[in-house]
Nanobody
Framework: QVQLVESGGGLAQPGGSLRLSCAAS????????MSWARQAPGKGLEWVSG????????SYADSAKGRFTISRDNAKNTVYLQMNSLKPEDTALYYC?????????WGQGTQVTVSS
């Protein structure tokens, strides 16, 4: 069955960096676009970034542009989200998802907390 397992979350200081990973299994990873989304406390789900199946097509929410970079390694069945210049408002549970418009499977999420 489809499994998506996120890792790499944690506590970061404002201005710091974190790299999230999402290990995929149970499907042909290289055939699917992938997405990252987040949910901050008390708020709805926000799409953050997406990447095409071969990595050549990436897109970002305005809140992520210039600070976050999505990438993938199809040999490792893994998608990444490099987050730089973190802000307290980036605090959220970050989810990896299969597909983009819309995603059809979701991971359990990894918590990112940005605080001094």
């Amino acid at each position: 069955q489809v499994q998506l397992v996120e890792s790499g979350g944690g506590l970061a200081q404002p201005g710091g960096s974190l790299r999230l990973s999402c290990a995929a299994s149970g499907f042909t990873f290289s055939s699917y676009a992938m997405s990252w989304a987040r949910q901050a406390p008390g708020k709805g789900l926000e799409w953050v970034s997406g990447i095409g199946s071969d990595g050549s097509d990436t897109s970002y929410a305005d809140s992520a542009k210039g600070r976050f970079t999505i990438s993938r390694d199809n040999a490792k069945n893994t998608v990444y989200l490099q987050m730089n210049s973190l802000k307290p408002e980036d605090t959220a549970l970050y989810y990896c998802a299969r597909g983009r418009y819309p995603p059809d499977y979701w991971g359990q999420g990894t918590q990112v907390t940005v605080s001094s």
